[in-house]
């Protein structure tokens, strides 16, 4: 018995899993660390700052409408600047989890009804290498505008604005990183598989 390891390009789809085959087991499973390392201090990034956020909002609001009597407790200057801050951070590192997991708004039906396969994959691979120009000199402007801020602090507490800026890059990073493995394997490797529903059954 034998059988035929010739590899069909259908979709994108048999595309990526076709790479996936011809890639060694051993650097697949590195990626796969490295990725699944990532992955871990990003969520523990977004867990951290959103807990940190809602703290903050509760804590101002309390103060604010609850014990505005006592003239000692008052809502903090500072809440708002780091909860701006906080805002900049969750958007930057929340959109790399939505290219990992395909979950941006996309008008691939529209290519994939229009155009031929083989045109709409091409216009695909150029988009995503379009992206990855752009998050490039993002991250690069990103750090020299992180660097050359900061030596400033916000209005209301020393801490630096570096830290502010400092989401742009970091974000962009991970954008990069993400759409940098679309790029090269079709779809994300690492990404979360949907499970197909189970027909329910049952009398009624």
Known sequence: ??????????SDKENSLSILRRYPVRNLETLQ???????RIRIIGLVIIMSGCIGMCTMNII???IVRGIPSLRPFPWVNELMQMGA???AFLAA?????ENAHISLESLTAKYLPEKTARLLKKSAQLVV????AILIFYGVKVTISQSSSY?????ISNGWFYASIPVGCFYL????????LFGEHPFARKEQPEEPVSGAF
Not at 1 to 10: D, E, P, R, T
């Open 33 to 39: 660390k490295v990725d699944k390392v990532l992955n």
């Open 176 to 183: 990069f990183y993400d759409y940098l493995l679309i790029f």
């Open 1 to 10: 018995m034998g059988f035929s390891l010739k590899l069909i390009h259908i």
């Open 154 to 158: 916000l209005q209301n507490l020393r």
């Open 132 to 135: 990855l120009v752009a998050l």
């Open 88 to 90: 900049v951070w969750i």
């Open 63 to 65: 103060l604010r409408y």
């Open 96 to 100: 790399g989890l939505g290219v990992k």
